[in-house]
C-alpha cells in the first residue's frame, strides 16, 4: 500500500513555471513507477509524464514535451514535476499516481495508487 499526497499546485500566469511535488509513504517508494496525470472537467484523465522506479527513463506526453521534466528522489520518497513555460491550457488538476508493475505505465489504469490531486490554474 502506498498513500500520495501532492503539493506546490498554484496559480500562475502564462509564461510561468511551477514544481509540483508528490510524498509517497512507505518503504518501497524505489519499487513503484511514477507518473503524473491531469484532468480538466467534463474530460477525461490524461498522462503528463511518467518515471521508471530508477529515474532512467521517462515518458512525456506530446503537449508538455520540452517544458515539463519529471524527477525523482527515492531517499525522500518524493517525485516532482517541474513545469515550465506554462499555459492556460495547462490549467487542470494534478495527479501523481503509483505503478507496481513493470515497465511504464502510459494510461490511467496501468497504475495502482493515486494521490487526491492539487490544482494549477494558468491565466492568459
Known amino acids: 500500500q502506498v498513500q500520495l499526497v501532492e503539493s506546490g499546485g498554484g496559480l500562475v500566469q502564462a509564461g510561468g513555471s511551477l514544481r509540483l511535488s508528490c510524498a509517497a509513504s512507505g518503504r518501497t517508494f524505489s519499487s513503484y513507477a511514477m507518473g503524473w496525470f491531469r484532468q480538466v472537467p467534463g474530460k477525461e484523465r490524461e498522462s503528463v509524464a511518467t518515471i521508471s522506479r530508477t529515474g532512467a527513463t521517462t515518458y512525456y506526453a506530446d503537449p508538455v514535451r520540452g517544458r515539463f521534466t519529471i524527477s525523482r528522489d527515492n531517499a525522500k520518497n518524493t517525485v516532482y514535476l517541474q513545469m515550465n513555460r506554462l499555459k492556460p491550457e495547462d490549467t487542470a488538476v494534478y495527479y501523481c499516481?503509483?505503478?507496481?508493475?513493470?515497465?511504464?505505465?502510459?494510461?490511467?489504469?496501468?497504475?495502482?495508487?493515486w494521490g487526491q490531486g492539487t490544482q494549477v490554474t494558468v491565466s492568459s
Open positions: 499516481a503509483a505503478r507496481a508493475a513493470y515497465g511504464l505505465g502510459l494510461g490511467v489504469r496501468d497504475y495502482d495508487y
